[in-house]
């Protein structure tokens, strides 16, 4: 049986859940006083952090779920996310509006293979 390992461990909460090879993260605006552009470039950028630290990159993300708290912001998130995505290697993806926390514009959930 695989272990499970747990990096930035809360009470509610771990940053990021490995199991086999395959890591399970979300992420959140850091600073989320900034408009969605703001906010999805800060997003996309603490994806490549998360993805460093596991030993990851862009070229290995499986499936990204997208939530937008304004289904209208999805031309500027898609204008960011397609100069961020490495050609030929975009994961499986969805985007969908939703109720999300005071002054959050957007949030993502993402899966990777690990660099393992």
Do not use: K
Request: hydrophobic share 45%; glycine share 12%.
């Amino acid at each position: 049986m695989s272990a499970i390992e747990r990096i930035g461990v809360t009470r509610r909460w771990s940053d990021v859940v490995i199991h086999g090879a395959t890591a399970w993260f979300v992420e959140v605006a850091d600073d989320p006083s900034q408009d969605v552009r703001g906010q999805v470039t800060q997003i996309l950028s603490q994806i490549d952090s998360r993805l460093s630290v596991i030993g990851s990159g862009r070229t290995r993300l499986l499936q990204v779920l997208i939530y937008l708290a304004d289904l209208g912001d999805g031309g500027v998130l898609n204008e960011l996310w397609d100069a961020w995505v490495p050609s030929g290697h975009a994961p499986s993806r969805a985007c969908v509006q939703a109720g999300l926390a005071a002054g959050y514009r957007v949030e993502m959930v993402v899966t990777a293979a690990t660099g393992g």
